[in-house]
């Protein structure tokens, strides 16, 4: 069967180095007919630099080979309009240069296995799919660091309900920055990233977009499966410090700028998660019995859940890092509640280095609600 022209949009922003490891992994797919779409998005490092370099140039031309059809453009954002945040506008520029019928919006730190998009295209068509979106590998050093990965991770799935994706008729819908692949027909039913311009967690609005547009969305592993490269992979972030950084800008508008929805996920991690491993130690000697059952109980979840993820994830020792869960999770707990207070302490969000404020993000949610309502398979 003849798979489809496919244009790769990569947004990219002071990234020099995370380019140079990823975009020959990109250029390098075996797919037949592929247009890779690099936006460089205002940067102050040598973005461009690599961009028009001797990894691209190969393919600047359009020259293909006697099996592959590779277009490369390379497109330079030099001021950003009122009215949106950058990164959604980056996207949307590059897919106003597309020519595919299907459009794959990743990042510019994501490292492809050569047969990626091949196996996705396939997938997406043979299963009807209008959006398909994949959870990567994380590279991650770090014992306290895969922590916070395990919570967030399953905090997503679990709390939010992002479990129910796949289940024919859900309402939730979840896109993930990584890997966003959607059709042509779809981008364009859900407005195009016109309709995500102030939307600070794009690739969640794009997920929740599509769903509610009643339109056909997968999730799936681009993890792989043991001794197999990993389909995608990312470097998430090096450090702690840069964790409770880089999670500022999607807390609230995950939880539709609701300080109160953080709040309560924070509580109820902390009853769940955290208490039953301390309520031993400071019970009654009547109630200890009954402290001691909850602990049992929470424990194995826990444990299982967090030994779970990182098995999924092939890192090392997943055993040993499933002890630290109820550490993890005060961490984790922090770096909810400290993004909540640095958004509503500056009034707005901070996002590659331009300032949005609070309110007009908030209407932005509203207005995005409103234009997308929930149709009905």
């Not at 250029?27 to 998005?41: A, G």
């Not at 590059?94 to 020519?99: E, Y």
């Not at 197999?228 to 998430?236: F, G, N, T």
């Not at 859940?305 to 869960?325: M, V």
Request: with cysteine.
């Amino acid at each position: 069967r003849d798979l489809p022209e496919v244009s790769v949009v990569i947004p990219a922003r002071d990234e020099a180095a995370a380019l140079r490891r990823a975009l020959p992994t990109v250029l390098s797919q075996d797919y037949p007919k592929l247009q890779v779409i690099v936006v460089n998005d205002r940067s102050n490092d040598d973005t461009q630099r690599v961009i028009e370099g001797p990894v691209a140039d190969a393919w600047s031309d359009g020259s293909s080979s006697s099996d592959r059809d590779v277009q490369f453009i390379a497109h330079q954002i030099r001021s950003l309009p009122e009215g949106w945040l950058g990164k959604s506008y980056a996207l949307d520029q590059g897919a106003r240069l597309a020519s595919g019928k299907w459009l794959l919006f990743t990042d510019a730190d994501v490292c492809f296995a050569p047969s990626t998009l091949r196996r996705a295209v396939e997938y997406a068509e043979r299963e009807s799919l209008d959006h398909l979106t994949l959870v990567p590998k994380l590279d991650l050093e770090g014992y306290w660091l895969r922590g916070v990965a395990a919570f967030f991770y399953l905090g997503y799935m679990i709390i939010l309900g992002m479990y129910r994706t796949n289940i024919h008729g859900s309402r939730v819908g979840l896109g993930i920055g990584a890997f966003n692949l959607v059709s042509r027909h779809a981008y364009r039913t859900i407005g195009t990233y016109e309709a995500l311009r102030l939307s600070a967690a794009d690739d969640y609005g794009l997920g929740r977009a599509v769903k509610r547009a009643g339109l056909k969305q997968r999730l799936l592993t681009g993890v792989g499966a043991d001794h197999q490269p990993p389909a995608i992979r990312l470097r998430w972030y090096d450090t702690l410090n840069e964790f409770f950084h880089g999670v500022e800008k999607n807390v609230l508008p995950i939880c539709a700028y609701n300080p109160l929805a953080v709040l309560g996920i924070v509580v109820a991690v902390q009853v769940m998660c955290v208490l039953p491993f301390v309520a031993p130690l400071s019970a009654s000697v009547r109630a200890r019995r009954w402290a001691l059952a909850m602990y049992a109980l929470a424990a194995i979840l826990n444990f299982a859940s967090s030994a779970q993820f990182n098995r999924h994830q092939r890192h090392p020792r997943p055993l040993i890092l499933a002890f630290g869960y109820p550490i993890s999770t005060v961490l984790s707990s922090y770096a909810l509640l400290r993004a909540v207070v640095v958004v509503l302490s500056e009034g707005g969000i901070t996002w590659r280095d331009t300032f949005y404020p609070l309110e007009a993000l908030r209407e932005a949610e509203v207005r995005e609600r409103k234009a997308s309502p929930v149709v009905g398979r």
